[in-house]
């Protein structure tokens, strides 16, 4: 029990070192990204390449200084940004990271939280995430702080229905909401190949529920200054951007696990006695998919206009929902009657 | 079925809900940590214009508390709506298997006229946002 215990408590923190330090890189590799697309150099004066850029920024964020305007609500104000980052960095914990490992004879789950709501624990918390912003955007009193979090809020709610529904199909196949049963059930045939278009409307509803172009109207600075954060300073508006990056890395891994087989690679069940090599073989091919997700959301960004607002709001209530409700009648009567 | 689905549920263990307090604790103490580190840090020099809220340099006009577009509470409202209904096709998907063709059959009364009443909406107007 207590060596289940010490293993989850290294499992966890370092989880929480990884997610960080993916989120700050993510921000340089997004910069250097935009920059090859844009044919331009990107970051490269702190340290070779620029790598010390997200570390220079961090500290850059810290040492601003922390302004609240008048009139806005101190216990809300702060309150907004740490809602938004701290469930961002709990999202993690349902994400199996690979097989068992064996460590001197006990064999633990390569996974902070096996339990057996695992998908609904994930949107749970994501559903949170909405507070912050609002919260945050309500607070400062300003009327574009105001626009940009009841427009997140709205859109988020509408595609966290389309995207509660398009993982029907899957759990109608797995029979279980276990994220680590769910994997399992992959190890032949991805869900991509077997469920291209509930993949399609998962990644769209993922690309609006962390507000990332072309679904960032939000903080559409054209129109709403900075959107819900307008007023914030410091470390606490890098809360609010760096807890984008961090539901990227976690939206990724969401990808990954139910739609590309998680930890999967062909000769995976060949590796069956040595568990430690496999789980972090596994690790390492779902980092992989990871990162290549990661890159997709850049990519993207770069190359797809922003919609309009309702545009936005038409795509998620009169084709995605309905689209996703047509998918679960036709692969329950496959599942049924083939 | 039934078997493996008790399987299952003793493979989660309550080791598992302490693994998500864990997680939980580190995330609540970094931002704990670095919400007093940035506000201890950092200089502070407060004057009357920087405390106004931001409009692009003109003044500010009255309050932000301002009653917004009902086109979005509308959205909300619907949003609970086929949130609720939503949750009713969890438990059902889960169970899919041991209910079988039957299951499915009825589970399309529950479809039929949830999507009547999208349908409504639909006629309705209440997702144009147009014209409202």
């Known amino acids: 029990m207590i060596s289940v215990i010490t293993f989850k408590l290294i499992l966890v923190s370092l989880l929480f070192l990884v997610t960080l330090g993916i989120a700050a890189y993510s921000t340089y590799f997004e910069r250097k990204i935009a920059a090859f697309l844009q044919d331009r150099i990107g970051p490269n004066r702190a340290g070779p390449f620029g790598l010390l850029q997200p570390i220079a920024d961090g500290v850059k964020m810290i040492f601003k ?19 938004a980052m701290a469930t961002a960095l709990m999202t993690s914990a349902a994400i199996p990271w690979g097989t068992h490992i064996e460590i001197g004879g006990h064999s633990y789950a390569f996974q902070v939280a096996d339990i057996n709501v695992g998908v609904l624990y994930v949107f749970a918390i994501v559903s949170l995430g909405v507070y912050g912003i609002l919260i945050g955007g309500w607070s400062s009193n300003n009327k574009y702080s105001l626009l940009g979090a009841i427009r997140a809020s709205s859109q988020m709610i509408s595609y966290e229905l389309a995207m509660g529904l398009s993982i029907i199909p899957i759990i109608l196949y797995t029979g279980s909401l276990q994220m680590s049963d769910i994997v399992e059930g992959q190890h032949q045939v991805w869900n991509v190949f077997r469920y291209p278009l509930g993949f399609l409307i998962f990644l769209i509803c993922a690309f609006a529920e962390t507000n990332r172009t072309p679904f960032d109207l939000p903080e559409c600075e054209t129109e709403l200054v900075g959107g819900y954060h307008t007023e914030y300073t410091s470390m606490k508006l890098g809360f609010f951007l760096f807890s984008e990056y961090v539901n990227m890395f976690v939206s990724s891994a969401m990808i990954a696990t139910l739609f590309f087989g998680g930890y999967h690679f062909p000769g995976l069940s060949s590796l069956e006695h040595l568990p430690n090599l496999a789980a972090f073989l596994g690790f390492g091919v779902l980092f992989a998919k990871i990162l290549f997700f990661i890159f997709f959301f850049m990519w993207i960004r770069w190359t797809i206009p922003r919609f309009r607002y309702d545009q936005l709001m038409r795509l998620g209530w009169q084709v995605l929902m309905p689209t996703s409700i047509v998918l679960i009648v036709i692969y329950g009567a496959i599942f049924s009657f083939l | 079925m039934l078997n493996s689905y008790l399987n299952k549920n003793t493979m989660e263990s309550n080791v598992d809900y302490l693994g998500i307090l864990l997680q939980m604790a580190f995330a609540l103490g970094f931002v704990g940590l670095t919400m007093v580190a940035t506000h201890t840090l950092g200089p502070k020099r407060r004057t009357a214009q920087k405390a106004e809220a931001f409009e692009c340099g003109v003044e500010s006009v009255g309050n932000a508390r301002l009653p917004f577009s009902i086109k979005y509470f509308l959205t909300a409202i619907l949003f609970v709506l086929f949130d609720v209904e939503v949750i009713f096709f969890y ?37 144009n946002w147009e014209k409202m």
């Open chain 1, 65 to 83: 200084e922390e302004h609240r305007p008048a009139g806005s609500n101190r216990l809300l104000f702060i309150l907004g940004p740490s809602l």
């Open chain 2, 91 to 127: 438990p059902w998907a889960v169970n899919f298997k041991e209910l079988g063709g039957i299951g499915y059959l009825k589970m399309l009364f529950f479809i039929a006229p949830l999507f009547l009443g999208y349908l409504y909406i639909l006629k309705k107007g209440a997702l």
